[in-house]
């Protein structure tokens, strides 16, 4: 499945989790359409529907009550996390104070600003201590090396474990478009004949099809949509791609607009210490936007869709879709929007791009790795990954499999 990251190494009683992600799938699942997980026992019900890992001395004692699962820290275990989205860090919120949780400056800052902003994960705002790149770490038998990567979010990483066995790599969510593909590349090349990697196959899910465009590509298409649109220009972005939100905000006042974000998300960027924020309602009112909406472009939030009914649109307005919400397709909310903005009579236009390697890059990386054994995860499609001779490929299954690094799969 896509999402859900969560790989974890063992030797003599010690254990290295990397990630603890949340399951992501909209509309699927036993928690969907308003049903939620219960709020004092969350993790316990996660736990009994399979959505949560069964670790022991992991997890708070109160959270994990009444499961099976041995709560509080055994002294043996640590948490290394790759990147802010919470298929990667949404359950380090139920993680025991005494297990510690590592993560790049980067992801530690995003992750203070959200909780300030009161937007925490499930189980609260997790302690995470910062791990210097290129520095080993040394956790009872294994060193672990942070690297940085490039992704779309600040601070994505990768890590290469030392085992006994040998080194594992972990790329993270990662990519050759982005706007640091020298990061990648130099992880690859850091890691170069590792025993075994673990790498992310997203976009294998879709298909063999390169990169629509670069992160740049995106800059320039916004602007250009900013430049031409004689009226207002509505938009969603992924608030955590804040590299992204920044770059919008610049093309669109190179093109003599402002851009106005719902007011939480202007909170956010405030504290991440971005320039030229404007919040809704409270920097510029509707009133204004009605009398000039050339002069602004507007991030909807989803559960904003009826402000559409005061906004002035039509034909000589737009929708740009940057991958904010809703995600994709896939998202319940997506056949919604669309309706909204027939109604509107309001054109509907995508832009962004992906976090994630295209097939070929995904291969590219695997080749300058030329580990010995590979695991494809974080994609409904790993089979589509094409290891290079003499790499030994292993593919995953959901609900947990354990492999030595010999490559041999274990009872």
Do not use: C
């Amino acid at each position: 499945m896509i999402g859900s990251s969560k790989i974890m190494l063992e030797y003599d009683g010690w254990r290295v989790l990397l990630d603890l992600g949340l399951d992501f799938h909209p509309g699927q699942g036993l928690f969907r359409m308003g049903v939620s997980p219960r709020t004092a026992q969350a993790l316990a019900d996660r736990l009994r529907i399979g959505e949560a890992p069964a670790i022991n001395h992991l997890f708070r004692a109160e959270a994990v009550k009444g499961t099976g699962v041995a709560g509080g820290s055994d002294g043996q275990t640590a948490v290394f996390i790759t990147h802010a989205h919470l298929d990667h860090i949404g359950l380090t919120g139920w993680v025991d104070p005494a297990v510690p949780i590592y993560a790049s400056p980067d992801t530690i800052a995003l992750m203070a600003a959200l909780h300030q902003v009161g937007d925490d994960v499930e189980g609260g705002y997790p302690q995470l201590q910062p791990i210097v790149e290129d520095a080993r770490l040394a956790f009872g038998p294994f060193g672990v090396r942070r690297y940085a990567v490039d992704h779309d979010v600040v601070g994505a990483s990768g890590y290469a474990v030392d085992t006994p066995d040998g080194v594992l790599a972990f790329t993270g969510d990662i990519r050759l478009h982005g706007r640091h593909p020298e990061a990648s590349v130099a992880f690859a090349r850091a890691v170069a004949g590792a025993r075994a990697l673990v790498i992310e196959g997203t976009t294998l899910s879709f298909g063999f099809t390169h990169a629509e465009r670069t992160e740049f590509d995106v800059d320039r298409q916004f602007g250009k949509i900013v430049g031409e649109t004689p009226g207002l220009v509505l938009m969603t972005v992924y608030p955590r791609n804040i590299e992204r939100v920044q770059a919008f905000v610049t093309e669109a006042k190179i093109q003599g607009r402002q851009v106005v974000w719902p007011k939480p998300m202007a909170s956010f960027f405030r504290v991440m210490g971005l320039s030229d924020i404007l919040g809704f309602g409270e920097d510029v009112a509707l009133e204004e936007i009605q009398s000039r909406p050339q002069h602004y472009g507007v991030d909807l939030a989803v559960d904003q869709i009826p402000l559409l009914l005061d906004l002035p649109l039509g034909p000589g307005s737009v929708f740009v879709h940057a991958n904010g919400e809703p995600l994709g397709a896939f998202d319940p909310r997506w056949d919604l929007l669309q309706d909204w903005l027939k109604f509107r009579h309001t054109p509907f236009w995508p832009i962004g791009t992906g976090g994630h390697a295209s097939p070929d890059d995904l291969n590219r990386l695997v080749e300058m790795i030329h580990p010995d054994i590979v695991f494809p995860l974080h994609s409904q499609a790993p089979d589509r990954l094409i290891p290079p001779p003499g790499t030994l490929r292993w593919l995953p299954q959901r609900g947990g499999r354990r492999f030595d690094l010999a490559g041999r799969e274990l009872s």
